[in-house]
C-alpha cells in the first residue's frame, strides 16, 4: 500500500543529490571500479564520451528508489533524518547488499568490485534518506 503524505519535492531533491554523489563516487573510484571489473579506464568510455543514455537512466533509476523509499519512510513513524537515515541502511542491508553479494559472488566478481558498488548504494541510500526525513 502506498502512503499518501509523501513530500514529492523531497523525493526529486533527494534523488538529485543522490544522483551528484554518484557522479562524484564513480569518478573517484572509477580506476579501482575498472580494475575490479578487469579493463581498463579507457574501455570504460571508448569513444571518451561520458554514457549520456546510462547517466539518464541512472538519474531515473535513483528517482524510482527515492519514491519507495519515502513510502517505507512514511509508513515507519514520523519523517525526521535519523528515521530516513535508520529507514535507509535498513533497505541497503536488507535488500541491496545482499543482492549485490549473491548477484556477484555467482558470477565470480571480486570482493573489490562488491565493495565499490555495495558502499556506493549505502552512500545513495542514506543521501535519500537524510534529504527526505529533513522535510
Same mark, same amino acid.
Given at each position: 500500500?502506498?502512503?499518501?503524505?509523501? %513530500?514529492? #519535492?523531497? *523525493? +526529486? &531533491? =533527494? =534523488? *538529485? =543529490?543522490?544522483?551528484?554523489?554518484?557522479?562524484?563516487?564513480?569518478?573517484?573510484?572509477?580506476?579501482?571500479?575498472?580494475?575490479? &571489473?578487469?579493463?581498463?579506464?579507457?574501455?570504460?568510455? $571508448?569513444?571518451?564520451?561520458? $554514457?549520456?543514455?546510462?547517466?539518464?537512466?541512472?538519474?531515473?533509476?535513483?528517482?524510482?528508489?527515492?519514491?519507495? #523509499?519515502? /513510502?517505507?519512510?512514511?509508513?515507519?513513524? $514520523?519523517?525526521?533524518?535519523?528515521?530516513?537515515? &535508520?529507514?535507509?541502511?535498513?533497505?541497503? +542491508?536488507?535488500?541491496?547488499?545482499?543482492?549485490?553479494?549473491? %548477484?556477484?559472488?555467482?558470477?565470480?566478481?571480486? &570482493?573489490?568490485?562488491?565493495?565499490? =558498488?555495495?558502499? /556506493?548504494?549505502?552512500?545513495?541510500? #542514506?543521501?535519500?534518506?537524510?534529504?527526505?526525513?529533513?522535510?
Amino acid at each position: 500500500m502506498l502512503v499518501a503524505s509523501v %513530500n514529492y #519535492l523531497a *523525493v +526529486f &531533491l =533527494a =534523488a *538529485v =543529490a543522490a544522483w551528484a554523489f554518484s557522479a562524484v563516487w564513480y569518478y573517484c573510484f572509477s580506476r579501482r571500479w575498472a580494475d575490479a &571489473l578487469g579493463i581498463t579506464r579507457e574501455q570504460l568510455m $571508448p569513444d571518451g564520451r561520458q $554514457p549520456v543514455g546510462t547517466m539518464i537512466l541512472s538519474f531515473f533509476a535513483q528517482l524510482a528508489m527515492a519514491a519507495i #523509499l519515502a /513510502h517505507f519512510i512514511a509508513i515507519t513513524g $514520523p519523517a525526521s533524518v535519523l528515521t530516513g537515515l &535508520l529507514t535507509a541502511a535498513a533497505c541497503w +542491508f536488507g535488500f541491496v547488499l545482499t543482492t549485490i553479494v549473491v %548477484n556477484d559472488r555467482y558470477t565470480r566478481s571480486s &570482493l573489490a568490485l562488491i565493495a565499490v =558498488a555495495s558502499w /556506493h548504494w549505502l552512500g545513495v541510500l #542514506l543521501i535519500m534518506g537524510a534529504v527526505i526525513g529533513a522535510f
